[in-house]
């Protein structure tokens, strides 16, 4: 089963433009994190942001977390081709040894030139 | 440094035969995960080890799923009478430690379908 939920589940732009993605989880959490996949490629970590945090950015990435509303967005501002990717949201499983990650379903970006 | 490698990247399988994935980490990396990604969704988690011991294998979907990390860095994932069902991408990540913190770092997946 998976803990997350992004929203929209694809997402078409224009170079340039803001790209908003959403995840929303079930439990409570330690951390979000958010990662990109590349078509045919293994997933790439972009940002991790703790539950005590409520904004993080890095570079053109600006995540939110409100915990309240068990809710985090991805921001991406101005686009570009290479970002067109598939973009996941994870929380670590609590209650386990390790920090094995559950992942959304993802939302698929494609940012047209 | 040289990342998370898999092999082999792709791997066609007939129905019932067996196979085995393999996991190279990065050198030093405590942890150790093996994720499934069916087509479309999102990876699901299947076995976590910490050096050699596997601490939790409470993804694996079936007992012809088994994995091992005989010395603590290279890990295979081997399915045994392989059914249409299997087919996927078989991700495997490492991280230095096992905090809750620590990045994971993910290999590129092999690709498994199964005829």
């Known amino acids: 089963s998976q803990q997350g939920e992004e929203d929209p589940q694809a997402l078409s732009i224009q170079e340039g433009e803001n790209a908003t993605m959403n995840c929303s989880y079930k439990?409570?959490?330690?951390?979000l994190q958010w990662y990109r996949q590349n078509s045919g490629r293994g997933l790439v970590h972009l940002i991790l942001?703790?539950?005590?945090?409520r904004e993080k950015h890095s570079g053109r990435l600006r995540v939110t977390l409100d915990t309240s509303k068990k809710s985090s967005s991805l921001l991406i501002t101005a686009s570009r081709a290479a970002d067109t990717a598939s973009y996941f949201c994870?929380?670590?499983?609590?209650?386990?040894?390790?920090?094995?990650?559950?992942f959304g379903g993802g939302t698929r970006l494609m940012v047209k030139p | 440094g040289a990342g998370v490698s898999q092999s082999p990247r792709y791997k066609v399988a007939k129905r019932g035969q067996d196979v085995a994935l393999r996991c190279d980490p990065i050198s030093g990396h405590v942890s150790l995960f093996w994720y499934q990604q069916a087509l479309g969704q999102g990876p699901e988690f299947l076995t976590y080890f910490q050096n050699e011991a596997q601490l939790d294998k409470s993804g694996l979907p079936s007992d012809r799923f088994f994995a091992e990390r005989p010395e603590g860095s290279v890990s295979t994932l081997k399915i045994q009478r392989t059914q249409q069902e299997d087919s996927a991408v078989y991700l495997c990540?490492?991280?230095?430690?096992?905090?809750?913190?620590?990045?994971?770092?993910f290999g590129p997946g092999t690709r498994l379908t199964v005829l």
């Open positions: 994870a929380t670590p499983i609590r209650g386990n040894a390790g920090n094995m990650l559950t």
């Open positions: 990540a490492s991280s230095v430690g096992q905090g809750l913190y620590n990045e994971q770092f």
């Open positions: 439990t409570s959490i330690n951390n």
């Open positions: 942001i703790r539950s005590n945090e």
